[in-house]
């Protein structure tokens, strides 16, 4: 159930792209909280954005799978917190040397960012978990940074095809997981996933507040 606070809070959100990073010279350390959106390429990780923020063109939406290669900080205002589409994976066409420097990208995003407090992991309802979903499964497990599953294009999906993809992500992440469905095409889970990613950047922000500030 959404409460009546989350619904007042995405009411007035709003969203802004402020920082776009295509290589590693361009990292820098961001204090403020933030949550990354990952997925394969295709899976609808602009769409999903788009919905979440009721705005058709913020991410683009692309016909040619693989395209976006960069980080893209959006700055959540009120919350203070980002959210960071990162570029969707998994597509085989790119050239290696171009391959290996979003490796790096990724590496150091993930390995180097105390400011990461969630990793919304965007997956397609109608397919088995895939190698490389997997993959990000376990390098967010190894870094300990929460994981939101989503399935995306529910709409695609019967509820049997639904129920037999919920159940392969629950044996994959254990049986406290409870991958959310989504569409944004009748927007099923939008205001579910705000209040998620609410509740986790509420959840480092009330730590750091009770924190002796020696230790920060
Ligand atoms: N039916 C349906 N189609 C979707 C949904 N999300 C994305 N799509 C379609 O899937 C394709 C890829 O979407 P896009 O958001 O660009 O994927 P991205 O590469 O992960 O950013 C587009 O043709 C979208 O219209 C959804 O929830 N339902
Ligand atoms: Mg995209």
């Known amino acids: 159930m959404?409460?009546?606070?989350?619904?007042?809070?995405?009411?007035?959100?709003?969203?802004?792209?402020?920082?776009?990073?295509y290589t590693l010279g361009q990292m820098e350390k961001i204090p403020e909280p933030q949550i990354a959106l990952a997925g394969r390429s295709n899976v609808g990780k602009s769409s999903l954005l788009n919905?979440?923020?009721?705005?058709?063109?913020?991410?683009?939406?692309?016909?040619?799978p693989g395209k976006t290669r960069s980080l893209n900080y959006y700055l959540v205002q009120p919350g203070n917190f980002y959210l960071?589409?990162?570029?969707g994976y998994g597509y085989a066409k790119r050239p290696k040397s171009e391959r290996n420097v979003w490796g790096n990208v990724m590496e150091h995003f993930f390995t180097r960012n105390?400011?990461?407090?969630?990793?919304?992991?965007?997956?397609d309802c109608r397919l088995p978990p895939q190698t490389m979903d997997m993959e990000l499964v376990?390098?967010?497990q190894a870094i300990s940074v929460p994981l939101l599953p989503v399935l995306t294009k529910a709409d695609k999906c019967n509820q049997r095809e639904r129920t037999?993809?919920?159940?392969?992500?629950?044996?994959?992440?254990?049986?406290?997981?409870?991958?959310?469905?989504f569409s944004s095409k009748s927007r099923q889970g939008r205001a579910q996933l705000w209040n998620e990613i609410h509740n986790l950047?509420?959840?480092?922000t009330s730590d750091l507040e009770q924190a002796p500030t020696d230790t920060l």
């Open 138 to 140: 376990a390098m967010a």
């Open 51 to 64: 919905c979440m923020t009721n705005r058709k063109k913020l991410a683009k939406i692309s016909s040619v």
């Open 164 to 181: 037999v993809t919920h159940r392969a992500w629950v044996d994959v992440l254990g049986p406290d997981a409870d991958p959310l469905f």
């Open 84 to 87: 960071v589409d990162l570029p």
């Open 114 to 123: 105390k400011s990461l407090v969630g990793l919304i992991l965007i997956l």
């Open 2 to 21: 959404t409460s009546p606070d989350t619904l007042e809070k995405t009411r007035h959100t709003t969203v802004s792209l402020e920082k776009t990073i």
């Open 201 to 204: 950047v509420q959840a480092v």
